[in-house]
């Protein structure tokens, strides 16, 4: 191990086990904030969603059900208890969508009917979680714990001491959150799991609002330079970690999530009815859309088709134009419109390139864009790269670094299929299956 690999260990392994007042994206997946990528419900999938607390403290949550477009379909708070998990559950009832809640936490405003689920207004999108901030009174701790809500909705009304001091016994969260999503197809027989990115270090103060408020979310990061305009942020990539500070919270979190380049593989091998799609989601796209800033709000991708010896170089590109950014010179360019989420679907039948469709797995809206007619001899498997670009436009920081590239996360979703087989009984059973990767991402 060279010197500079380990001090980047040494690095990383104090600011996991001493969390710093920088945001970061968490090398372990736990923190105080977690960004689910994707969840669904189209063509009988079921997305499975775990949200766990391993510091031990009782947790203020606030959970925002983010459409495709970036719009905040649903927002609660949850109080989780020390050392647990709360579970629940997207699918498709009779045309809308419902959240099964098994889980006795307590939420506000309430959202379980008696029925033991609520109906919710989308069919996919992503989900954030911000941690609040550790409940330390030990009387309201009781309350989570106990799952007495009853109490806890008593703090909120007219004399209540959150409605008076919506801090009251919190204290700034160590940040040991982790989550987990799975999307289930039954009919299927089929099921993708991923863990979702975290953010480090987001807040050195309890941030509890009130139920029904929208803040916190990704844009109010805080630690002792944000009343300064100079909120701290740490990126680590290729052995090195840089600190820097920034005006605005939400670019300290932007340039936490910027990638320049997104990696993965693909298949569409006919002979076991490959198919593979692309998640990409772009957490704060909307608020700088909102705020004014074009070339984050209108951005765009471009990538690469490559085969499994490597072959394959830049004139093979599909250009991806998110909105209305020029395209790259190409020789086919597509919209996934002004969303948050894109998906993007390889398939194996070139009479499909350019049509819009419903996709194979998630059963999303999008337009075919391999393989290319123009690039008939690309394999049926290989990789991908997505490399991004915002124009002449940087995040720069107050020390005057730049850094290029969009704030993205996002996976990969291969499924295979071998129709039925035969068990040992001898009846039929399907044998689909199949792989849901993280994308691996690049700054440089």
């Not at 609660?76 to 709360?86: C, I, M, R």
């Not at 909120?231 to 990539?237: D, K, P, Y």
């Not at 819009?356 to 498997?381: A, K, M």
Request: charge should be negative; charged fraction near 15%.
């Amino acid at each position: 191990m060279n010197l500079k690999r380990t001090l980047l260990t040494i690095f990383l392994a104090i600011i996991v086990t001493n969390p710093v007042s920088a945001v970061m994206l968490s090398p372990d997946k736990e923190g105080q904030v977690l960004i689910f990528p994707y969840f669904g419900t189209l063509g009988g999938n079921t997305t499975l969603l775990t949200i766990s607390e391993h510091g031990g403290s009782p947790r203020a949550l606030k959970v925002h059900f983010r459409d495709r477009q970036g719009e905040v379909a649903l927002s609660f708070n949850l109080y989780l208890e020390g050392n647990g998990s709360w579970v629940a559950a997207l699918s498709q009832i009779d045309g809308d969508t419902h959240l099964s809640l098994p889980d006795t936490s307590c939420i506000f405003p309430a959202l379980n009917d008696g029925s033991g689920s609520a109906v919710v207004p989308l069919t996919s999108g992503f989900l954030e979680v911000i941690d609040m901030g550790a409940i330390v009174d030990t009387g309201i701790s009781s309350h989570v714990n106990e799952f007495d809500c009853d109490a806890l909705n008593a703090m909120w009304a007219e004399n209540g001491q959150w409605n008076n001091d919506p801090s009251f016994g919190l204290a700034a969260s160590s940040g040991r959150l982790r989550g987990t999503a799975s999307i289930i197809n039954v009919a299927h027989g089929t099921m993708y799991s991923f863990v979702a990115s975290a953010l480090t270090g987001f807040s050195d103060i309890p941030q509890h609002s009130a139920p029904g408020e929208l803040l916190p979310d990704l844009t109010t990061a805080h630690d002792a330079g944000t009343d300064n305009n100079a909120t701290t942020s740490i990126v680590c990539q290729n052995q090195e970690c840089i600190e820097d500070t920034w005006q605005h919270p939400a670019d300290a979190v932007a340039v936490s999530l910027l990638a320049r380049q997104l990696t993965g593989d693909f298949s569409t091998e006919t002979s076991i009815r490959a198919s593979s799609e692309v998640v990409l989601t772009f957490p704060l796209r909307k608020f700088y859309y909102d705020a004014g800033h074009t070339p984050l709000g209108n951005i765009r991708l471009d990538y690469f088709v490559y085969d499994r010896a490597g072959e394959g170089d830049r004139t093979d590109v599909i250009c991806a134009p998110i909105v209305d950014i020029p395209p790259c010179d190409a020789p086919f360019s597509h919209s996934i419109g002004r969303n948050s989420v894109g998906i993007l679907s390889f398939n194996n039948s070139v009479t499909d390139y350019g049509t819009t469709r419903p996709s194979n797995i998630l059963s999303e809206e999008y337009i075919s864009s391999y393989p290319s007619p123009n690039f008939p001899t690309i394999r049926e498997s290989g990789q991908f790269s997505l490399f991004t670009f915002v124009g002449n436009e940087r995040f720069r920081s107050n020390s005057g670094r730049t850094y290029a590239g969009i704030p993205v996360i996002g996976a990969v979703i291969q499924e295979f299929s071998n129709g039925q087989l035969t068990n040992g009984a001898g009846q039929l059973v399907r044998a689909n299956y199949g792989n849901a990767f993280e994308l691996s991402r690049n700054q440089d």
